[in-house]
């Protein structure tokens, strides 16, 4: 972003043949023209300050927003005060976006002056600081509380009301390719949006011990983006990445899809440590059938007692039945097999040679993994 200013304020600097900084509203310094004059007087005080410094006086500044410059919208003319420090002619370029004053532009005025359409053209490219300005302001912002009300809004109206609001903060990159990442667990408060490439908000939900990140993505095939963010803050947690969407309007989707993914990386560490919703299989079909509640029938193979057999019988079903392939991946002998089998369906009443009776031992046992 700054070698962004620094080109521009030189495309200034070019157009008017001066000299030409940047400030922020502030009159923080943000970028400044080459200066090879060997006219003293081109450096008063308060210029070589400005660079040195990287900032203005109090005095300084309320001196020069005497002139206007806080409300103008075209170059304003400031004459020399060598009682003040400035020792030579100004000229002010207003750098505003959408009617908002974000910093200004600063020129050495010397005869016979820049000429009007100058002036014109170098305005239009502080118009293009105004909006780089602008970006960088939203995406300093805290967006939050507007994104967690769009991810827990219900239907209708109050989820209209929660997209319009956080469009509104976003601004139009709020029409986008996004993407949504969940870390989850997650404990304590969210990380600067900085601190996250390609975020565009960041936010804690606290009830579901997650963190919830939107991130920008050029194209739909390039999720890494999404990626970088999550490998950034997961640590040792696993996350999920939704499938990308345009706008806003379907960002609840995108959370469940999200959350799930990261679920199934948790339940299956061979979908991480980063899930991606598109590749998390039947996971996708379990999430939305998912009930806290485990089948009765099930319910004793899933005690600590008897997780060896939940295992030999997740791992039987993984491989369609088949024994020979079960055993190997057990490292265990057929008869080993056979017996554990039967122990299974002795706890659970349910019959291995029975379609439904697999599907719905299956069901339960990834269920309970989410």
């Known amino acids: 972003m700054k070698g962004d200013y620094q080109e521009l304020v030189d495309e200034i600097s070019a157009l008017l043949a001066t000299p030409a900084t940047l400030e922020n509203r502030d009159f923080g310094l943000i970028a400044f023209g080459a200066h090879d004059s060997e006219d003293d007087t081109a450096m008063d005080p308060v210029r070589t300050r400005s660079i040195l410094t990287r900032k203005s006086t109090p005095a300084v500044r309320a001196w020069f ?3 206007g410059i806080t409300r103008a919208t075209a170059p304003v003319h400031i ?3 060598p009682d003040a420090g400035v020792f030579r002619d100004r000229i002010c370029l207003p750098v505003r976006h959408r009617g908002v004053v974000l910093g200004y532009v600063w020129l050495l005025d010397a005869e016979p002056g820049p000429t009007p359409s100058q ?6 490219v502080a118009t293009r600081i105004g909006e780089l300005l602008a970006d960088e302001e939203r995406a300093d912002a805290d967006l939050s509380r507007e994104f967690v009300a769009v991810l827990t809004a219900g239907r209708g109206w109050q989820s209209d009301m929660a997209v319009a609001a956080l469009r509104a903060a976003l601004g139009p990159s709020a029409d986008g390719l996004h993407t949504v990442v969940c870390v989850t667990p997650w404990q304590g408060e969210a990380p600067s949006i900085r601190a996250v490439p390609g975020a565009a908000a960041v936010a804690t939900l606290p009830e579901a011990e997650s963190l919830a990140v939107l991130v920008r993505l050029r194209t739909a095939e390039d999720l890494s983006p999404a990626h970088t963010a999550a490998e950034r803050l997961r640590g040792a947690t696993p996350a999920g990445i939704a499938s990308p969407r345009r ?5 609840p989707a995108a959370w469940r899809e999200a959350s799930t993914a990261a679920r199934a990386a948790t339940a299956q560490p061979t979908l991480g440590p980063v899930a991606e919703w598109a590749g998390i299989g039947p996971y996708r079909l379990l999430a939305a059938l998912y009930h806290p509640e485990i089948d009765p029938a099930v319910a004793p193979l899933l005690t600590p007692a008897h997780s060896e057999l939940a295992r030999t019988a997740e791992v039987f079903l993984d491989n369609a039945g088949q024994a020979g392939r079960t055993a190997a991946a057990l490292g ?3 008869q ?3 017996y554990r089998l039967s122990r299974v369906e002795q706890l659970t009443g349910l019959d291995l040679d029975d379609g439904e009776d697999r599907l719905l031992l299956h069901m339960s046992l990834k269920s309970a993994r989410l």
């Open 65 to 67: 927003e005497g002139f």
């Open 119 to 124: 002036l014109t053209a170098a305005m239009e």
């Open 79 to 81: 004459p020399a005060a």
């Open 247 to 251: 706008g806003l309007a379907e960002l």
């Open 336 to 338: 080993t097999l056979y």
């Open 332 to 334: 265990i002998h057929r």
